[in-house]
């Protein structure tokens, strides 16, 4: 009797992306790395920020063992489901990680800089005319 595996999909898997539930792809296999972040010698960070998207590049480059590949293997929940698109990139931000300023300042609504703004020209136009008399 064959063994039913599970799909799942790029997106679904992104959305495991917290310590306390993580999941990772390498080579179209899903695993659930949760219970073993604590333990990763590389830190729980390294692991986080390959969440989302295929983390083999990111695997192979570290240089693991074969036996830390066995140990992956008792983490894998299923496959990709190989009938649902990928994900281009997901960007997971942090909060260590400053926002662009330009884009912060383009985020700030209408209303919260345009009094700022009045006051100083309403102060620049009276400061004219204080001058202009004297």
């Not at 306390?20 to 333990?39: A, E, F, T």
């Not at 662009?100 to 100083?120: E, H, M």
């Amino acid at each position: 009797m064959p063994i039913l595996t599970k799909l799942y999909s790029m997106q679904e898997a992104s959305q495991h992306n917290t310590k306390n539930d993580c999941w990772i792809v390498i080579d179209g296999k899903v695993y659930d790395v949760s219970p073993y972040l604590d333990d990763h010698p590389g830190g729980d960070d390294v692991v986080l920020e390959v969440t989302g998207k295929d983390a083999k590049e990111a695997f192979e480059d570290a240089g693991h063992s074969q036996d830390a590949r066995e140990l992956m293997e008792t983490f894998c929940i299923g496959e990709l489901d190989p009938s649902m698109p990928e994900l281009q990139e997901v960007k997971i931000s942090t909060k260590k990680e400053p926002a662009n300023l330009d884009q912060r300042l383009k985020d700030i609504p209408l209303q919260y800089w345009a009094f700022p703004v009045a006051v100083v020209g309403v102060s620049i136009i009276v400061g004219f005319f204080y001058l202009r008399k004297k």
